[in-house]
């Protein structure tokens, strides 16, 4: 794994697959547990896939996925006209899209970021990250697809039989995971096994969130053509014990976004589920990699048409 830069002001203190985390190099105040109150999160150009990071990275991917998440984010707090979920983003990190369609941020967070990750970068409150990871699944695909032909469930939820690869779900799902240490895999769970974990307060808290984000999110992503087929989100839990939406959002990382009236018309997988995110990746590594060892370098098409898809979702979501 590339190695974090170091930057002034900021001292790295862990990095996952694809961002790196830094805090103060001199905190003037503290979150609770004693931790820094503000947090620096930095998105880099790496991509990961079946658990392991990819060489080449694509690039801007970090401007590309930071900007996405910013817009999210800023809807997501009653934006798009529904009550307002609570962020990590500190107060003043407000995301403005410029005539260029680059993102700005007020002055006094961008005085914060230092210019080698300006683009890439968001200022945070420090959280108590929850360990469940909350997967939405509107539609039948990825691993649900594999596990559905083999047993008509995903992840322990029965579902009609008849479904196909790709197939709209009557209802949205929750698939809650529980996040596993760095070079583990996370572990798909139950809701009781998450209720065992958080309590039965919390866990019913983080299903109805992140059901109602995935149908908010959906509803948009449908005004501009496009299908939101699932997703994952984080939370945390902040100073005032309120439940916080953290990490990235939305973003072609974190979701499967597809052309809508590509799934309308298509008659295969590949034609309905035209992605907008990094299947790309995924199906290419799956046909030349038998997941043992190292995995061979992305080429050079795989990493320029990621990078289409990623800026073209990019454009399709923040036009009027």
Not at 253 to 272: F, I, K, L, N, V
Not at 313 to 318: A, F, I, Y
């Amino acid at each position: 794994m590339t190695t974090p830069l170091e930057l002034s002001g900021w001292r790295h203190v862990y990095s996952g697959k694809v961002r790196d985390l830094y805090a103060p190099d001199a905190p003037t105040s503290t979150a609770m547990g004693g931790g820094p109150e503000r947090m620096l999160v930095v998105a880099s150009d790496r991509v990961s896939a079946f658990d392991h990071v990819l060489s080449p990275g694509i690039p801007d991917k970090g401007v590309l996925l930071t900007t996405l998440s910013l817009w999210w984010f800023d809807r997501l707090a009653g934006g798009d006209g529904g009550r307002g979920i609570p962020n990590h983003l500190v107060a003043s990190h407000v995301l403005t899209l410029g005539a260029d369609g680059e993102a700005n941020t007020a002055d006094d967070v961008l005085s914060l970021i230092p210019d080698a990750v300006t683009g890439r970068s968001m200022v945070v409150k420090s959280l108590d990250m929850q360990p469940i990871e909350c997967v939405v699944r509107g539609y039948l695909t990825g691993s649900g697809w594999a596990e559905y032909r083999e047993s008509g469930t995903v992840c322990g939820i029965a579902l009609a039989p008849g479904l196909h690869n790709g197939d709209r779900l009557p209802e949205p799902i929750y698939t809650p995971a529980f996040k596993a240490p760095m070079g583990a895999h996370d572990e798909n769970i139950t809701y009781e096994r998450s209720v065992e974990l958080v309590g039965a307060e919390r866990a019913a808290e983080l299903r109805d969130l992140s059901l109602e984000i995935y149908a908010r999110a959906a509803r948009t992503a449908e005004e501009h053509g496009l299908i939101l087929a699932d997703t994952k989100f984080e939370f945390g839990i902040d100073g005032d014990g309120v439940l916080t939406l953290a990490d990235e959002v939305l973003t072609s990382d974190s979701s499967r976004y597809w052309d809508a009236a590509a799934w309308a018309s298509g008659t295969t997988p590949e034609e309905r589920m035209a992605s907008f995110d990094k299947q790309i990746v995924r199906d290419w590594l799956a046909a030349n990699w038998d997941k043992q060892g190292t995995p061979p370098e992305l080429p050079a098409d795989v990493v320029e048409r990621t990078a289409d898809r990623y800026r073209e979702l990019l454009g399709r979501l923040t036009s009027a």
